[in-house]
């Protein structure tokens, strides 16, 4: 705008500011099943006194009223001027319904009036909207009624009745001065919104812009006083902040000229379209006549406002800028241009075009083109589908339980986080945005509590794309999480808030100890019986109720209890002193005490005492305990020696011995498992079976087999059923010799165990008979001596020299010229017969064979030539000499070493010969 009385751009940042907002709410009818919708009320003062200043702030009205989303018509205005009101209450029974003070409980009943324009609603749309804003600018420009309180909560309601679940509600009061009439004290303004406040399903922001010019007075009981300070002392400013925003001064604004009229305008239109006004985070810029967006998420809505002194200087944006056309087109224009001294200004007009994307459009660069260049009087706004999403964890990550009311709870000083992350959606869905990483973002969080609200310091969790911020929890009470996220000069998302209830720590328990199978038992006391392969049983169960504060974990320890007595959950794991049992929703907990015994500590039914212990794990606070005992049944069994018999098994049972003798059996009784000894046994409290019972082992020689005596003695199955009346039989039996027999001779122990370590012992004598010891050993001793014999025959059978398989005595006989060959290896009386017969007696005999007039016997590494049974004469070579001639020399030499390959001739019979072995 050019005016120079204003600082430059002022009014243009207002726009922008109105522009973002509108833009924003656009982008949120993009996504208004996700987001809601908005709903404004605004309470307009056209009293006397603005006159000279109303043209500038019902233009102010009319570009809000330009940049609420038309696409659908979800979001809704609604408006009240004083002098609607003023002209109201002359109404009988609008007179009546607030004749005992604007409260709550009056406007209910002004509501069931149904009286017109209490509030207007505008009818905002595609089609409709300009009729809305004409009407602003044509008629409330005209002051002409008094400064009346009762429009206050009538909007307060109407909003109130209008707010669904997730819609956000933004109340603006737009005056110049203190109200007049009777209102509320301090006191009751802080009830009666409390009042509205709880009814209210989704959020409301409260802004109170009061014109004030240097020097502004309000008459009061005839005094001029400063205007502010009246404001001030009446509270009613004051207490809608404290009330809605948690702040007394949080959303309201002080104008003293028009410049801070359009800058106040420009933030509260800017909030309520979910657009940030400050910062520079590079994500819109303004190059001459294009618009340049670079967004890290989605856009799905777009408005452009642009201000000047006329149509004509007008900046709208070119036709193909985005795929889609418009939704809306609006003009807005002062009706005639201000002229209160210190509030004079220029008439200025506006343009707003709307558009909202069928299909959001995805993060990434987009250019607006413009028509002309873009003047400093602008205001855009955007929005997108993108949401801050807020949650409440515990110190472990996970979410805080709901209480049945569906409110979050925890308690007095349990650690309580909020987290805050950035979530866009597109069309696969969801997709977190690491919002952490966005330059030029802002990401906040505030805690409400009654009267008050707290900003919450969140860091950055880059790892998780969020923000965390613990919460304090130091005192009870409901109280609400809020936050936002914003990128600077471009969108600002409000999150849905969160309610959480603090409760007092304190726990208060009741516990119930219940017997498991003893209705007998009397109370605090268990009872368990050790039956049968049975170390592991329940023996009763602990109940815990919370009587006193919210379900709350506890911790359990056995005290001065026995070591096989345990508390398990109800997936059978062991309760550790440390660990903590939850609290159902209702506040209950049943766990377990079992006993993991196989073995009493004492022969007779005994008892033991125990202490549980309990104690509220932190932050709660509580404890207490419960004694008891648990008796230990140890069943009596009888277990005694019946006799012995010995006879063979048949149909009825063998005579019984009931003498105190041993039991003797020789070998031939043993082998046939003739003898066994009888017992009977009985329990006080289980099913024997035969597998309860064991015979200790008493020897390598003989076998004890445990059967029934109505199985004929046979082995039984460890599963088959001994009754009292049963006869449980210990059959001897041995597959040795009577010789080994002699090893186990003498009286031995049998000893049969059965339940609860009872045990009854009976002799047993192994006698082997003189003929069975005789006949047993003498046929070992026979064993043992063909055994040694068949050794040494074989032993010499191998020392013995053999000629090898395949060896000849090879020669040529005169007059031949082919050699011939004779075997040396042959099976005969004087071959390897003769080393045979020899092995029998144990004498070493050489195999000998007579081959060419030569007698020879083998030898290792060839044969030895028996002089004196050979002919005289065969030639060796190796000598030089006949055997004649040999014999010659020394006739007392009896034999001649002869070697594989050595030679021989005989001049009568053969021209050579020699020894091979292949």
Known sequence: MARADRRPGIFGRWLRHLVCAVGLLLVAAGGAAAAGKRVVGIVYDDSGSMAGRSNLPAFAAQLLASSLDVAGSRDRLFSIRLSTFDKAQKRADVAAALAPGVSPASVAALRALGVPDMPRTEAIGATTTQSVIDTIRTEWSKPSSDTPYGPIEIMLDALVEATEPGDEAYFLILTDGAFNGPLPVPAALAQDYAAYKARLKGTLRFNYVLIAPPGATERVGGQDLPLERVVEAQGVREALARSFNGSPTDGTFVVQNSDDLMTAMFDIIARINTTERTGAGGTVTVDGARLLIDSPISLSRFVGITVADSQAGLATVKPGSFAEPPVARFRSAMAEADRNPGWGGQKQEAATIQYRFAQALPPGHIAVEFDRPISADRLFLFDSLARFE??????????????????????????????????????????????????????????VAPGSSTDLALAADGPNKRFVAQAPTGSTGTFEVGGSFSLAGFVRKEAQRLRFRVVDNRAVYEVRLTATGCPACAAGQLATTLRRGTSVETVGTLTLTQRIGPPAPVRMALQAAPPWLTLRDAAGRVIGPEDAVPMDAKGQATVSIVRDLDRPDEAQTYERPFRIALSAVPPFEGSSAVEGSVRVIVPQVTLDYLGKSIGADGAGAPPLDAT???????????????????????????????????????????????????????AGTPDETVSDADVITVTAKSRWCACALLLAGGQIDVTLAGPGGKTVTAPLRVAPSWTEIGWSCGSILAGLLAVIWLIGAVATFLRAARFPPGSTVTYVPRGADIESHTELRAWDGRGNWRTVFGSLVWRICNARASVLGLSLEARRGGATIFLQDSSGSVKIENEARTIAALLKEDPQRESLPIYWRDRFSDHLQYRWAELRKT
């Not at 949650?391 to 805080?400: I, K, P, Q, W, Y």
């Not at 017992?679 to 445990?706: E, M, N, Q």
Request: a neutral charge; charged letters at 25%; aromatic letters at 6%.
């Open 660 to 714: 105190a003798g041993p039991l003797t059996l020789d070998a031939a009784a043993l082998a046939r498992g003739d003898g066994r000894f009888r017992f009977r046994a009985k329990s006080s409290v289980d099913t024997l079976r035969l597998g309860d019972f064991a015979v200790a082992p008493i020897s390598w020689f003989v076998d004890l087999v445990p059967g029934l005596e109505r199985d004929a003695g046979r």
């Open 390 to 447: 807020l949650g409440l964890v515990d110190e472990r990550g996970a979410a805080v339980r709901q209480a049945a009311d569906g409110i979050a709870e925890v308690a007095k000083g349990q650690s309580l986080y909020v987290t805050a992350r950035l979530i866009d959606s597109g069309p696969g869905g969801d997709v977190p945005v690491d919002a952490t990483a966005l330059t030029g973002a802002t990401a906040k969080a505030f805690l």
